[in-house]
C-alpha cells in the first residue's frame, strides 16, 4: 500500500475518532431535549469539520468553570436570597395563584413580598429622566447593570447622573455587559466616569476572542437591565440605557419598550441581583448593603423578582412562562420581540386557546434578527389554528417583553420567550399580582395592538412554498443553536 493510501486511511480514522468523541459529547450533555441531540449527531456526522467546529462553539452551555465558580461563591457569601426582602408573603396569596410564585420562589429562593409600589414609565425618553432624578436624589448608593449601554443622548444623560452623585459622596457602581456594551466601556465616556468617582465593571468580559472560545461561549451574555437607588428603589423592564433612536440598528427604530419603576421591598431582591453580578467579577464585598434594617411594613401588592442565568437552572424561565400560561382563565395577553420557543411553551400557549381563554401574543412586524423572524413565523399557523390571535406592531421595533393574565398577574422584565434567553443570558423579571398595575400594563398592550396588523391563517397559507421552506429550516435549527 502506498505511503499516500496509508496516509489517508489514518486521517479517515482520526477524522471518525473526532467525530465519535463529539457525538458523544452531544449525547452526553444534561438537559437536552431529544430533538437537539438528534440535531447535534447529524450535523456532527454529516459535515465532520464544520459540524465539530460548530459543536465546539455553540453545542454546550458553558460558562466557564471559574466563572461559574465566582458566582457561587459570591451567592455564598451574600445573605440568604429569601431572608433579605422580608417575610413570604405567601399565605396572602389566592390559592390559583400560589403556585405561579412558588415556581419563582424556586429559580433564586426570592420569596413573594408585600408592600410593593410600581409605576409604569410612559416611554423610554421619560424612563430615562425618572432614573435620572432619582439618581439625582439618592442618598447611600446607585446601581445600575445594563446589557446595552449606549453614548447616545440617554446613555450620557445617565452616565452625568451617575458623576454627580458620585462627586457628592453616593457610592455608585456601574456595569454593563462587555459585549453588547463594548463601544461605551472602551470610550473616554467610561474612564470619565471612573475619574470621577464612580465605580465600573463589565460583565463577562471577552479579553482575547480566541483563547476564550476554549474557556466558554462568547454568546453567553448579562442580558439584565437593573438599576437600584438606596435598597429601595428599582426600575424593571425591556430598556437598555439608550435612546429610542437606537443608534446601533437605526433602520429599525424607534425601538419601543416597556419599563416601570417599583418602590417596596421587591427592590432589595433585585439589589441582590445585581450584588451576585457584581461580586462575581469583582472582589468587593457586598453583603454588608443587606445589613440596613427593612423599612416598616407599607401598604402595597405583592411581587417577586425572577433572575435567571447559567448559576441558576437552565429551565427555570420555560418553566416560569409554562407556568403563567396555564394558570390563565380569561385573558393571556403576550408582547415578546423574540419568539423561538422550545415544545412546552408552544404547546402551553395552544392549549390556552384551546380551552377558552383569550389568547393573544404581539410581536414586531420588522425584526431585527432575520433568523428569529423566520423561525418564529415558523410557528404562526399552530397557533393560529389553536385559536391564538398573532399581531405584527408595525410602529417601530417592538422590543418589550410583558405578559398580563386575567387582568390581575403581570410578568415583566428583561427575558424573551426564546432559547437564548432560556439558555445563555442572565435575565431579570419581576412577577406580580396587582389589579390596578395590570389594568396600566394591559392598556398599554392595548396601545400596541391597535397599532398592529392581525395574522390571519390564510396569509400564513399564501406564503411561498420557498418562505415556508426558509422558514421551517430556520426553525429546525433551533434546538442546535
Known amino acids: 500500500m502506498h505511503d499516500s493510501a496509508v496516509l489517508a486511511w489514518i486521517l479517515f480514522a482520526a477524522q471518525a475518532a473526532l467525530q465519535l468523541v463529539f457525538i458523544v459529547r452531544a449525547l452526553l450533555r444534561p438537559h437536552r431535549e431529544p430533538a437537539s441531540r438528534f440535531a447535534w449527531v447529524l450535523v456532527i456526522a454529516l459535515a465532520p469539520g464544520v459540524g465539530v467546529l460548530a459543536y465546539v462553539l ?37 390559592d390559583r395563584f400560589v403556585p405561579l410564585f412558588r415556581v419563582g420562589t424556586s429559580v433564586n429562593h426570592y420569596v413573594p413580598v408585600a408592600g410593593n409600589r410600581a409605576r409604569l414609565q410612559p416611554d423610554s425618553a421619560a424612563a430615562i429622566a425618572a432614573m435620572v432624578a432619582d439618581i439625582d436624589a439618592a442618598r447611600h448608593s446607585v446601581h445600575v447593570l445594563f446589557y446595552i449601554w449606549l453614548a447616545d443622548a440617554s446613555g450620557l ?29 472602551r470610550s473616554a465616556h467610561w474612564r470619565d466616569m471612573a475619574a470621577s468617582g464612580v465605580r465600573l465593571a463589565a460583565a463577562l468580559p471577552i479579553g482575547n476572542p480566541l483563547l476564550r472560545l476554549f474557556k466558554s461561549r462568547i454568546d453567553m451574555r448579562n442580558h439584565r437591565k437593573i438599576v437600584v437607588i438606596d435598597n429601595a428603589v428599582t426600575y424593571c423592564g425591556s430598556q437598555n440605557c439608550a435612546d429610542a433612536a437606537f443608534a446601533v440598528k437605526a433602520r429599525f427604530a424607534p425601538w419601543v419598550d416597556v419599563i416601570a ?15 451576585s453580578s457584581w461580586m462575581a467579577e469583582t472582589s468587593e464585598d457586598l453583603a454588608p448593603l443587606f445589613g440596613e434594617p427593612l423599612p416598616p411594613p407599607a401598604p402595597g401588592f405583592i411581587a417577586q423578582t425572577i433572575g435567571s442565568g447559567a448559576g441558576v437552572r437552565y429551565s427555570a424561565m420555560p418553566e416560569t412562562f409554562v407556568a403563567l400560561m396555564s394558570a390563565a382563565r380569561r385573558e393571556l395577553v403576550i408582547t415578546t420581540p423574540y ?28 425584526n431585527d434578527s432575520w433568523i428569529v423572524a ?12 389553536a385559536g391564538v390571535q398573532i399581531h405584527e406592531y408595525a410602529g417601530g421595533l417592538l422590543h418589550a417583553k410583558t405578559l398580563t393574565l386575567d387582568g390581575e398577574i403581570t410578568l415583566i422584565g428583561s427575558a424573551n420567550i426564546d432559547r437564548r434567553s432560556f439558555e445563555l443570558n442572565a435575565e ?27 395574522v390571519t391563517v390564510a396569509q400564513v397559507e399564501a406564503y411561498s412554498r420557498w418562505r415556508q421552506l426558509w422558514n421551517n429550516t430556520i426553525a429546525m435549527l433551533g434546538p442546535v443553536l
Open 58 to 94: 455553540f453545542g454546550e452551555v458553558n460558562l466557564g468553570r471559574r466563572r461559574i465558580g465566582r458566582l457561587r461563591a459570591a451567592l455564598a457569601s451574600l445573605p440568604p436570597a429569601e431572608e433579605i426582602a422580608g417575610a413570604s408573603a405567601e399565605p396572602a396569596i389566592h
Open 157 to 185: 444623560k445617565v452616565a452625568e447622573a451617575l458623576k454627580r452623585a458620585a462627586a457628592r459622596g453616593v457610592v455608585c457602581r456601574a456595569m454593563a455587559d462587555d459585549l453588547g456594551s463594548r463601544a461605551l466601556i
Open 261 to 275: 419603576r417599583f418602590e417596596g421591598p421587591v427592590a432589595r431582591q433585585m439589589q441582590h441581583l445585581f450584588a
Open 339 to 366: 419568539y423561538v420557543p422550545d415544545e412546552p411553551i408552544q404547546a402551553a400557549l395552544c392549549a390556552s386557546a384551546r380551552r377558552g381563554v383569550a389568547t393573544t401574543i404581539v410581536f414586531p412586524k420588522r
Open 374 to 385: 423566520a423561525a418564529s413565523r415558523s410557528y404562526y399557523r399552530e397557533l393560529l389554528e
Open 428 to 454: 431579570n423579571n419581576i412577577l406580580l399580582h396587582d389589579e390596578a398595575f395590570t389594568r396600566d400594563l394591559r392598556a398599554r398592550q392595548q396601545v400596541f395592538l391597535d397599532a398592529a396588523t392581525p
